[in-house]
């Protein structure tokens, strides 16, 4: 299929449904069968990513999220009306420039959360704020070309009124750090320039929900040493000629029930490799080739994005902290005072993830025309965020004991000799036993499984991790005001806190 043909299969499903703007969970369904290519974990060609194993249950969990754009108790918070034509549109291609934008994005985010428990990192409102992140610095993109910067806005507007899913791909392909980026065989480059577009050649790595969405949109912002050639911000439909998404192996088994695995059982976002053979991309969808001041852009063309990683985060931690009141309700143990300390350490991280966002929001400015929350909230949160995650998932398995081991399987409890006998030894506080299992089922898929592990690498990686993070607080967030009112105070020389680069890779 060609890459028109993306957008006229899209164009083509969203006429046949109730509204031309808004896909239901049916149509976004039919609309990933376009041709992409996906290899999956056993080497095998995917045939069709609706119906396969490893991807049935997370398109499945997804489409209800198109679904609830449809559904009245939903419908006001998954879209919103538009002032310019008075139609609807998904609120995840909802342009923030106030206060009250950036809130029902919130909101959405809060329902999309609450219904996959967070762990979808890059849920279906996503990947719209990597193009939003675009716009908020067009300025530095019309400055290098000004049809590349019509491009830009031309997507946003296509993703809007197509209801479009899109990934990001930032970094760059891991090898060793030692070699010259042009010496790095997978690095992403235009290997042919044409008067209609570019061709690409190479790879871009961890594509979180890639093989769930319509468009990968591409960057450069972490990686500030390229060459001209694969200096590269774009946008890739999947099932563009040439390209391929290989799948990492799987975390949760296809056969997985609700009273087994509560969250697991839905499924989860896949991460994968995108390989590109000679994959060519029109000139429609390049926002910049070969510009080298945007590449290590990242706190400023990821601000927005930032701001969704760490409200997510933010209402994850109001769910870590239901479930650590809930676990210390169904065991009876909160009379013990080391008990109740762990679930205040727990409230502690979701109250300081919540000052974070509404902090950044508070202080938020104005970006070509888009209202961007503050980064060095968002910063100094997202820091916090990562470090104390580990703590938090700990203090789960902690007030847990030997409920997170004494659950039992759907099977084990039907046997007609255990099954009484388990229900009958192990009873929670005001829950059956079998009730009890069925919670422990759930903390087990939120703190303990490999699903669960897997969220969080990448809780602490998705963003760039810890080390990075800080390198960029110290190097960002303002204090030169404090700094100056000391020195004035003691009578010392000023100074203009110039922060040297450390490394020739650090981010600008
Ligand atoms: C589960 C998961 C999902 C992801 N999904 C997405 C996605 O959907 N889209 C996307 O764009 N990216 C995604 N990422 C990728 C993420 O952006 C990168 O992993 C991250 O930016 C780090 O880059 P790297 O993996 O290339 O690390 P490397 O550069 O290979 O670094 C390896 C390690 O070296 C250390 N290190 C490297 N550089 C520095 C430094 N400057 N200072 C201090 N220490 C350093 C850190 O410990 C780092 O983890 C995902 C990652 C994970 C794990």
């Not at 009273?259 to 060519?280: A, Q, R, T, Y």
């Not at 080739?289 to 601000?303: D, K």
């Not at 000799?417 to 759930?442: D, H």
Request: overall charge negative.
């Amino acid at each position: 299929m060609s890459v028109i043909a993306t957008s006229n299969k899209i164009r083509e499903i969203l006429s046949k449904g109730p509204e031309l703007q808004l896909m239901t969970g049916e149509q976004y369904k039919e609309s990933l069968r376009d041709g992409r290519r996906v290899i999956d974990a056993q080497g095998n060609e995917v045939k069709d990513v609706v119906t396969h194993p490893s991807t049935k249950r997370s398109v499945e969990n997804l489409a209800k999220v198109y679904d609830m754009q449809f559904d009245p108790s939903t419908r006001d918070i998954t879209t919103f009306v538009s002032s310019q034509d008075g139609k609807r549109y998904s609120t995840g291609w909802l342009i923030p420039r106030t206060k009250e934008d950036l809130k029902l994005r919130r909101e959405m985010l809060r329902l999309s959360t609450f219904h996959t428990f967070g762990v979808f990192g890059r849920p279906n409102d996503y990947g719209a704020l990597m193009s939003m992140g675009m716009l908020s610095i067009i300025d530095k993109m019309e400055a290098e070309n000004p049809e590349y910067a019509e491009n830009v806005r031309r997507f946003v507007d296509f993703c809007q009124k197509h209801n479009v899913m899109s990934s990001d791909l930032v970094p760059d392909v891991q090898t060793d750090k030692n070699l010259p980026p042009d010496q790095k065989q997978g690095t992403l480059r235009i290997v042919e320039e044409r008067p209609d577009g570019v061709v690409l050649c190479g790879a871009k790595p961890c594509g979180s929900v890639g093989v769930q969405g319509h468009f990968a949109t591409i960057s450069t912002a972490t990686s500030p040493n390229l060459k001209a050639d694969a200096a590269i911000w774009c946008a890739v439909p999947i099932n563009s000629p040439g390209l391929t998404l290989v799948l990492r192996e799987s975390t949760i088994s296809p056969d997985y029930e609700f009273e087994d695995h509560p969250i697991d059982s839905f499924g989860e976002e896949l991460d994968n490799m995108m390989i590109f053979d000679h994959v060519f991309v029109p000139r429609e969808y390049l926002f910049s080739v070969g510009n080298f001041n945007l590449l290590g852009l990242y706190r400023e063309s990821g601000a927005l994005a930032h701001w969704h990683i760490l409200s997510r985060l933010m209402y994850r931690a109001e769910i870590f902290m239901g479930a650590a009141q809930s676990i210390v309700d169904v065991l009876g143990t909160s009379s013990f005072q080391g008990v109740r300390d762990s679930v205040a350490e727990v409230i502690s991280y979701h109250a300081a993830l919540k000052a974070h966002i509404l902090a950044s929001e508070e202080e938020a400015e104005n970006w070509n025309g888009l209202l961007v929350p503050s980064t060095d909230f968002l910063t100094a949160g997202r820091l916090h965020s990562i470090v104390h995650y580990p703590r938090v998932m700990h203090i789960l398995r902690d007030l847990s004991g030997q409920g997170l081991i004494s659950r039992f399987t759907s099977k084990a409890w039907d046997h007609p000799e255990i099954g009484p006998l388990l229900e009958s030894y192990l009873p929670g506080a005001g829950v059956t036993a079998k009730e009890k299992n069925r919670f422990f089922n759930f903390i087990w898929d939120l703190a303990c499984s490999s699903h669960s592990t897997r969220v969080a690498l990448f809780e602490n990686t998705n963003s760039t991790n810890a080390p990075v993070v800080q390198a960029e607080l110290y190097r960002s967030y303002k204090r030169k005001e404090p700094v100056d009112h000391i020195r004035d105070y003691l009578n010392l020389p000023s100074t203009n806190l110039e922060v040297k680069k450390l490394y020739k890779h650090d981010l600008k």
